[in-house]
């Protein structure tokens, strides 16, 4: 029976083993616990990085079907050990650093874009008792954590002594910026609801999924943490056909390797905190006596929303920076401070009914909101249609025979 | 490799802009956090006045939006 | 030592230090850069006094707005790539003098009196319950509701005022 008490909980298990053995050690209890999270965190992290090895492979599948071509699949069965290739091949490249480079900001900064996306494992809570840290600020602690991400790709881009990656980078970092004020306001609705910073408070009182409450307020953030991921459609700071320059371009081997498992990373870390939040985390059928059910939950959930983002990714065609801009600025700010508006409203006078009651009012309350706000952008952006270029004909480009052309001069 | 002759870049104001806005928004931000969480102990009256709050600086971006700042030249 | 202790002495010498180089580096992105480091200093030293919330909202605002809009500035304005102006004066010596003589009258005085005491004392809140009442205090009427809505004033000023003197650069980009 004790192999399955400490299989239903393993976490736990593991680290008051480590605490026994540092006790008989004789170190203090204070630096007991720091060294245990010292180790909680290495493995964290180190888990987290291993997990992109997996994402590259997926996705690249994933998109390559998408697309209606095979994905890798010549090392190892099913590609599988594409990933591995890709590792080796980034770790052995020559780190070629451009002349007239600033040394700080050009390294620092994929150290502190992974660093950005590493941060945030720690706060997501994988059962009732296992998380990295239980901040009771951690939403705002998410929201920090995008502007250092911002700082990464700024540092990158004025570090290559580039123009161009200057310029790549700057555009880059106000798409992050203007996505983040979205993001930011639903979770602010998210914590009328729950009534805590906290993201293991915020999973526990998920009675009925956020979801249901504020779908709205899902399809907000969830187009907003791909476009502040900078993934398509939102890729235009990377765009693999267009742009010279990227910021990351004067990077090569390992620190390039370093950006694109940032870019990776986050994907799946937004969308392990998107069903976190709104999805009820690692909250599920028998969830709470066995943590590692909670801990496969989230798993599942977690890649159910990952592979509608690469979905996404593969579906839709690029937007224009100005249609990027707009579309945060002019239509996803303003429909989430109303719902924000609406939602404190509609809590505070419902405050002690049936959740359910509450649910369905504010759904409906969430679907009108949308329509309303859509039919509002589209009338007040109507007067900015571009002109027709011109409509007349054009002799020259419609030759009617092909004999008589050239008196026409063609 | 240095570029041939010195080049400068066009700074487009637009990106100030964008980080200005930005950081009004965040301080909006910052200051409904704690009505936010809160949310369970206050009466109606602090719900209209947080709204009161929020449509301030509504009337605000509402200046900028006309203005043109928003938009991506 | 604790390893408290140990924390704060070391993120308070790297805050002091890159204050330092803040005001007298030349270059003025490596200065903003270093402006960084003080602010998450600062934030650091928030969360040693469990004062959470308030060290999120450093590194939000701060670090993740003000700092940037402090480099979009210094793009904007100068001619970045060849920038280098000797930031100090030449009364410095005497400066330092005068700011080390008031630090140790300061910090004297300070120290004997009973106003300010250097052990943590751990507060009586758990969890949320700082927020929450931080909460309730700003926007209760008899409490500093009015000053939470003229805080609205304010940041409707400088929005509008930033953007206005902004548009004028910007018309004139277009034209």
Avoid: C
Avoid at chain 1, 32 to 46: E, H, N, P, S
Avoid at chain 1, 259 to 277: E, G, K, N, P, Q
Avoid at chain 2, 3 to 21: C, D, E, M, R
Wanted: net charge neutral; no cysteine.
């Amino acid at each position: 029976m004790k192999i399955l008490e400490f299989l239903s909980n393993p976490i736990i298990g593991i680290e008051q083993w480590i605490m026994q053995l540092l006790e008989n050690w004789g170190v203090t209890p204070e630096w007991q616990t720091f060294l245990v999270y010292l180790i909680g965190a290495a493995i964290l992290g180190t888990g987290a990085l291993l997990i992109t090895l997996i994402l590259i492979w997926a996705e690249r599948k994933i998109i390559g079907r998408l697309q209606d071509r095979l994905g890798p699949n010549r090392i190892g069965p099913w590609g599988i050990f594409q990933p591995v290739a890709d590792m080796l091949k980034i770790f052995i490249k020559e780190h070629i650093i451009p002349d007239g480079v600033d040394p700080i900001p050009y390294h620092l900064a994929p150290i502190i874009s992974v660093a950005s996306v590493l941060l945030l494992w720690s706060v997501v809570p994988f059962s009732d008792s296992v998380r990295g840290s239980d901040l009771n600020v951690a939403l705002l602690f998410i929201l920090g954590v995008g502007g250092l991400g911002e700082l990464g790709v700024i540092l990158a881009g004025w570090g290559s002594n580039n123009k161009y990656s200057m310029l790549s980078a700057f555009r880059a970092s106000a798409q992050m910026i203007s996505y983040e004020i979205p993001m930011a306001i639903v979770l602010l609705a998210t914590v009328i609801l729950s009534g805590s910073m906290s993201m293991g408070d915020i999973v526990k009182s998920q009675n009925i999924a956020y979801i249901f409450f504020l779908p709205l307020g899902a399809f907000i953030f969830f187009v907003a943490s791909i476009a502040e991921n900078g993934r398509a459609p939102f890729d235009l700071a990377e765009a693999e056909s267009e742009l010279v320059a990227g910021f990351n371009m004067e990077y090569s081997g390992l620190k390039f390797g370093m950006f694109y498992v940032a870019d990776f990373l986050r994907a799946f870390t937004s969308a392990v905190i998107f069903s976190s939040i709104f999805l009820g985390g690692w909250r599920g059928p028998g969830a709470e006596q066995i943590p590692i059910l909670g801990f496969v939950y989230l798993l599942i959930k977690s890649v159910i929303v990952w592979f509608l983002g690469v979905w996404i990714r593969g579906s839709l065609p690029r937007f224009r920076v100005d249609q990027m801009m707009a579309i945060t600025w002019k239509f996803l700010t303003p429909l989430a401070l109303a719902l924000f508006i609406a939602v404190a409203f509609v809590m505070k006078l419902l405050e002690n009914t049936n959740q359910w009651l509450q649910v369905l009012i504010l759904l409906v309350i969430n679907v009108a909101l949308f329509f309303v706000g859509f039919a509002i952008i589209k009338k007040f952006e109507k007067e900015k249609e571009r002109k027709i270029v011109s409509s007349k004909k054009r002799v020259l480009a419609q030759p009617t025979n092909p004999f008589t052309q050239s008196e026409t001069g063609g | 490799m240095e570029t041939y002759k010195p080049t400068w870049i066009q700074f487009k104001i637009q990106y100030y802009l964008y980080g200005l806005i930005f950081l009004i928004f965040d301080v909006e931000i910052v200051f409904l956090f704690p009505f936010a969480v809160a949310f369970g102990k206050l009466a109606l009256f602090a719900v209209v006045e947080a709204t009161i709050f929020i449509l301030i600086l509504l009337g605000g971006y509402l200046y900028v939006w006309r203005k043109d700042a928003l938009t991506w030249q | 030592m604790t390893p408290l202790q140990i924390v704060f002495i070391l993120v308070a010498l790297v805050t002091i230090v890159s204050a330092l180089f803040v005001v007298s580096l030349r270059k003025i992105f490596h200065a903003a850069l270093w402006l960084i480091v003080t602010l998450m200093g600062v934030a650091i030293i928030f969360a040693l006094l469990e004062a959470s919330f308030f060290a999120a909202v450093q590194i939000l605002v701060y670090i993740g707005a003000i700092a940037i809009i402090l480099i979009f500035a210094i793009m904007l304005t100068r001619n970045i790539m060849s920038d280098e102006e000797v930031q100090i004066n030449r009364s410095w010596g005497i400066v330092l003098f005068l700011v080390l003589v008031f630090t140790v009258i300061f910090i004297s005085q300070l120290s004997s009196s009973d106003v300010i005491n250097t052990i943590l004392i751990p507060l009586e809140f758990q969890g949320q319950e700082s927020i929450i009442a931080f909460g309730e205090g700003l926007l209760d009427p008899a409490g500093y509701a009015l000053p939470f809505e003229l805080a609205s004033l304010l940041l409707l000023g400088a929005l509008v005022g930033g953007v206005y003197i902004a548009m004028d650069k910007k018309g004139g980009e277009n034209k």
